[in-house]
C-alpha cells in the first residue's frame, strides 16, 4: 500500500558542516545524500581523538559563517568557492586566510577538509514537517525557523498534523510515483542535539528549544534516512510512503 503523506515545502544542503544552509529550488539525490551536502568541514588539528570535526557546539558562531557561489568558479558538484564570514569578508574556501579566521575564533588551530562521502552524524538524509516544526515553536515559546533543525528535506504533510513523520520510521519515503522515482528508507528517529538552540541569525542560544523537544517528545524530532533509490529532488514535488512490510 502507498500513501501520499504530503509534498517537499523546501530543501536545504549545508556545503561545510555546521555554517549556514543553502536553500535549494532543486538537487539531485545520490547514494551520500543531496549533491554538495556536508562535503566539507573543518577538522581540529589539537585534537584528534574521537570526534574530530569542529561543529557549533564547540564555535556558536561557525553558523553565521556563509557558503558563497561565485562565477566561473563555481563547482558543478555544489562546493562553494568562498565563505562569507560574520564581518562580511568573503575568504577563498581553502585559502588560509579563512582557516585563520576559524582558528582565531576557535582558539586553536583547524584545517579545512573535503571528504567526497560527506560528513554525516547518522545518516545522510534527515527530514522533517512544518508541522512539527511549528509544533516545537509552539512548545519552546519562539517563533518558528525550519533552520534551527537543519533538515534537508523540509515537508508540507497531508493531514498536516504535528510529529506525524514519527510513524514513517522503517517504511520507504519516494518522491513521486513508480519504480524509477528516488526514495529513501527511513531508518530512525532524528534525536537532537543543542544545534537546535542557536539562533540562525544572532547566534544566540534559546535553551528553550532543545528543553521542549526533550521535555515533550522524549528528544526527537524529525526523521533520518538513507538513499536506496536515486534522482531528482524538487520543491513541490509529492511524497508517497510504503510501510514496512509485517
Known sequence: ????????????????????????????????GLEG??????????DRRGFPWLTASKLPELILFTPVHRGADASADGLPTHVRTPGGEELTLFGPELAAEVSRRHGSPVEMMHL????????????ITSAT????????GHPPDVRRFRPNILISSSPSIPFKEDAWVGGVLSFGKG???????VTNWDERCSMVNFDPDSGL???EVLKAVV???ENKAGVYGTVIRRGRLAVGQPLYFTPPVK
Open 1 to 32: 500500500m502507498v500513501i501520499k503523506v504530503g509534498e517537499i515545502e523546501a530543501l536545504f544542503r549545508y556545503p561545510v558542516k555546521s555554517m549556514a544552509s543553502e536553500a535549494l529550488k532543486e538537487a539531485e539525490l545520490g547514494w551520500h
Open 37 to 46: 551536502d556536508r562535503r566539507l568541514a573543518f577538522r581540529r588539528l589539537d
Open 116 to 127: 567526497n562521502r560527506g560528513i554525516f552524524d547518522e545518516a545522510s538524509i534527515s527530514a
Open 133 to 140: 516544526v511549528n509544533k516545537i515553536a509552539e512548545l519552546a
Open 179 to 185: 519504480d524509477a522515482a528516488a526514495a529513501i528508507a
Open 205 to 207: 542560544r534559546t535553551p
Open 215 to 217: 521535555r515533550e517528545r
